[in-house]
């Protein structure tokens, strides 16, 4: 009985240190931080353009941001400006190798590019990353296999 609960406290523990993210702006579940609300908003409306800007101003202001360089190269994928979105991801990940959000969304922008393989590299990170599978991971996982599959 003792081990029972002691795995339900373990397992309770495990889903609270996951951070819920909201599904569109690829946010790693660090800290709060207000200065991206109104991108998130931005992003939310599919004002790409406007995310774009604000999240430029928002980094220049904050280099040490990953999740405001993660933001930026979401919303340039959005746009379709791959090499400015890569840019943007590797800049996240340079700042947090770690950061889940950056990690899903340069390799989709890398199946956009029909670099699998390059897709692939940021699905293993996820698969190290993450102690059980995350949302990161099945997502890019899924936008990988569908991409092989339509090869």
Not at 7 to 20: D, H, R
Not at 52 to 76: E, H
Not at 90 to 108: F, M, N, S, T, V
């Amino acid at each position: 009985m003792r081990a029972l609960n002691f795995a339900a406290a373990l397992f309770a523990m495990l889903l609270l240190a996951c951070p819920a993210r909201a599904a569109d702006d690829g946010y790693s579940g660090g800290a709060s931080d207000d200065g991206l609300r109104p991108a998130r908003m931005q992003i939310a409306e599919k004002n790409w353009l406007g995310a774009v800007a604000t999240l430029n101003a928002y980094t220049r202001a904050n280099p040490q941001s990953a999740d405001g360089y993660n933001l930026l190269g979401y919303s340039y994928r959005q746009l379709q400006r791959y090499n400015e979105a890569l840019d943007a991801y590797q800049r996240a990940l340079a700042l947090d190798p770690k950061h889940r959000g950056a990690h899903e969304y340069i390799g989709e922008a890398y199946i956009a590019l029909g670099r699998l393989d390059k897709a692939r590299e940021h699905l293993e990170a996820l698969d190290k990353i993450c102690f059980l599978p995350c949302e990161e991971y099945r997502d890019l996982k899924r936008s990988y296999e569908a991409a092989l599959r339509s090869r």
